[in-house]
């Protein structure tokens, strides 16, 4: 169904507006390999959106080059360039006058596709973004803002075009359908591997949206231009460290799962075993008190002293084996249900809830130190997400 | 004797009259319905060309100004001059203007369309204006950025979102120059305003004429709703 993405390359892009010093777009290189996110990130004024609408020509470069596909867009017109790259913007501007088919329809009409591939093209469109086919009559003031949202992502994609530019396309939604609108999107994403410009002003929404992720400072600068990880764990300056903010080590765990990090080994033990064996085994471990589980490896407490008094383990426990984490679980998530049973120590439990290993305190720090190659990012990181 | 004096003064439809009753109403210049019923064949012509005169100064007028209305929002200094000059033409009293044009025009219709054509302008074209510039800058950005040319934009996008403005300013000319034709009989061009002017002391003459214009007003303004409803099936789709 998908066209190939395309790669897109800045080469020393300059904007300056006539009658201003300071270029609004300073000397700003990038390749954004096809199939990847790349998010422009930066506080306001910091032209990350005049960098995206040079992309499609919306602006005109004052000098340098951006490819696409290796070849230079200032050698298209501006409108057949436009059809190729879809559009999303964070007011959506979908057109009140026409239907929410007409709407998306808009682009293949303008390739002059036949009417009955238009016709397929809008009900896989609607489809895809879980909109009922008889919304296709509908005008866009009859929508929420949320399926108004999903008709602007489908109108860009009605083309099939390899690059899409999408500025803050969430920023007007509130938290809650924010969220979730990202995780479809990026389940979308993983299917259709678009190449993308995502400008946004939240740094949260960077790290989670991003393959790659370039940080602008004000006059168009760029400060880094690096994967989430690698943001987070290298920041090149004090404006980068300022700006992805004081709890950067936190929002490192937010793109790990807890299968990515090293767990401890524990001592699992079962009622009526050799409390011999069970010592031997603590011996190994790296944690000193044992986890008594059932037959079937789910936990049931961590063992008590008494417990462990005679030849053979009883069940007498310190304490239940409160929390349990999963495998998939966002580190994030797993450190906070830690701090908030007061524990430093949780079971690992697989999907059928048998103990995998052991998440501490200490893990998780040691966590942060991995390199960040091995952290998954954006896309990536959806593959595995259950909606939230 | 007296009577003859009368009949001499008399319309010519007045010899029609036989009720002696009807014939003081007609005399005291009073309102008499059945001499409107036996005498209202003669205000069919003049109110035909009443409609001539409307609907073909509303049809040129409408695409003068629509046009300028298009190139003033496209190339935006042409907005100032040509407000200014529609503007003028809006202020020049109709009298007036009619009077000027007949030494260059002469007497009839041409005259009467030219004065009534430039009153049509101010109004459509302000609005034509204002509707496209309240389009909100969002949607014409979304359509640039997917690849509409600057033409396919104003037309399928900015025109069609102004119409509800465009529409209206249409509903005010057209009445504005209902009543302004009323006075094409100045630049001798009929209407029903010359049957006014011709008995305006007569009440039965000056109602059934002055009530055919306004007839004519509101059936105007009728019809212009009525295309605006025909044209924007998006308006009713949302308030149901």
């Known amino acids: 169904m998908s066209s190939e993405a395309a790669s897109l390359e800045l080469r020393e892009v300059v904007k300056r507006y006539p009658g201003t010093d300071e270029p609004a777009v300073d000397n700003l290189s990038l390749e954004v390999p096809a199939g990847e996110i790349c998010v422009l990130v930066g506080p306001s004024g910091c032209g990350k959106t005049t960098a995206m609408r040079m992309v499609n020509r919306m602006i005109d470069i004052t000098d340098g080059d951006i490819l696409l596909d290796g070849g230079s867009i200032t050698e298209r017109s501006p409108a057949e360039l436009r059809r190729e790259i879809g559009y999303v913007i964070q007011q959506i501007g979908l057109f009140p006058h026409r239907t929410i088919g007409d709407n998306i329809a808009v682009v293949p009409r303008l390739l002059g596709w036949d009417k009955q591939r238009v016709s397929d093209r809008v009900d896989e469109l609607l489809e895809l973004i879980g909109l009922d086919a008889e919304m296709r009559e509908r005008y866009p003031a009859q929508l929420s803002g949320g399926q108004r949202q999903r008709v602007g992502v489908a109108r860009a994609l009605a083309g099939d075009p390899p690059l899409m530019l999408m500025d803050e396309p969430f920023g007007a939604i509130d938290p809650i359908n924010r969220e979730r609108l990202q995780n479809e999107f990026l389940r979308l994403q993983a299917e259709l591997r678009k190449t993308i410009v995502f400008v946004t002003h939240d740094i949260d929404e960077a790290i989670k949206m991003g393959d790659r992720i370039a940080v602008l400072q004000k006059g168009g600068k760029l400060a880094q231009f690096a994967s989430p990880a690698e943001l987070l764990t290298n920041p090149v300056s004090p404006f980068v460290e300022d700006f992805v903010g004081a709890d950067r080590a936190l929002k490192r765990l937010a793109l790990q799962r807890v299968r990515d990090i090293d767990l401890w080994k524990g001592a699992l033990c079962r009622t009526g075993e050799s409390t011999a064996d069970v010592r031997a085994r603590l011996a190994d471990a790296d944690l000193e008190f044992p986890l008594l589980v059932d037959g079937d490896g789910r936990p049931l407490g961590w063992l008590s002293e008494r417990g462990m008094a005679g030849e053979r383990v009883m069940e007498d426990l310190r304490s239940r084996a409160e929390p349990t984490v999963e495998m998939d679980d966002i580190m994030r998530d797993a450190l906070s249900d830690l701090l908030a049973n007061q524990t430093m120590y949780g079971p690992v439990l697989d999907d059928q809830g048998r103990v995998q290993g052991i998440l501490s305190l200490r893990a998780i720090a040691g966590a942060l130190n991995i390199r960040p190659e091995d952290v998954p990012s954006g896309a990536g990181l959806a593959e595995t997400s259950s909606p939230s | ?240």
């Open chain 2, 1 to 240: 004797m007296s009577q003859a004096a009368v009949l001499a003064q008399a319309p010519e439809g007045f010899f029609t009259q036989r009720d002696p009753e009807d014939l003081d109403c007609v005399a005291q210049n009073g309102f008499c319905p059945s001499w409107i019923v036996e005498n209202f064949d003669r205000y069919v012509d003049p109110f035909f060309q009443h409609v001539y005169l409307t609907l073909v100064s509303l049809i040129i007028g409408f695409a003068i100004a629509f046009t300028l209305g298009l190139l003033a929002h496209r190339q935006r200094w042409l907005a100032g001059p040509l407000t200014a000059m529609t503007s003028v033409l809006y202020t020049i009293p109709s009298i007036a203007l009619f009077l000027m044009l007949l030494p260059l025009t002469g007497r009839g219709n041409t005259t009467a369309l030219i004065a009534l054509v430039a009153y049509t302008q101010l109004i459509i074209f302000r609005n034509v204006v204002n509707g496209l510039r309240q389009v909100p800058p969002d949607i014409v950005d979304a359509a640039e950025g997917m690849g509409l040319t600057p033409m396919q934009t104003l037309l399928r996008v900015e025109v069609p979102m102004a119409l509800p403005e465009i529409l209206a300013g249409l509903r005010i000319a057209a009445s504005t120059i209902v009543g302004l034709a009323t006075l094409a009989f100045f630049a001798g061009a009929g209407g029903l305003g010359a049957e006014i002017a011709a008995q305006i002391n007569f009440k039965s003459n000056v109602v059934v004429a002055g009530g055919l214009a306004v007839l004519l007003a509101a059936g105007l303004d009728l019809a212009v709703l009525g295309i605006q409803r025909a044209l924007m099936p998006w308006r009713r789709a949302v308030a149901a």
